[in-house]
């Protein structure tokens, strides 16, 4: 087998090798980005059923200062 020859096999199986590498990384960086994603939609769920129970509290706090203002108005 000549040097030449020789070389490029070497360099054949260090490219392979490399890309083997480089397929599971990307796997691993793939998986990473959807969980972080899931994680994203799970807060933006939270920040809404916050939001919406806020609204609620502030609903019912004005509903309640209004029936005692009617009530001390009437008195």
């Not at 969980?35 to 609620?56: F, M, S, Y």
Request: charged share 25%.
């Amino acid at each position: 087998m000549s040097k030449s020859n020789n070389i490029q096999n070497n360099n054949g199986i260090r490219l392979s090798m490399h890309e083997k590498i480089c397929a599971e990384r990307m796997k691993i960086l793939f998986k990473s980005i959807d969980e972080v994603k899931k994680e994203i939609q799970e807060l933006k769920t939270d920040i809404n059923k916050g939001k919406g129970a806020v609204n609620v509290l502030i609903f019912l706090a004005g509903l309640i200062a209004t029936i005692i203002g009617f009530f001390k108005l009437n008195n």
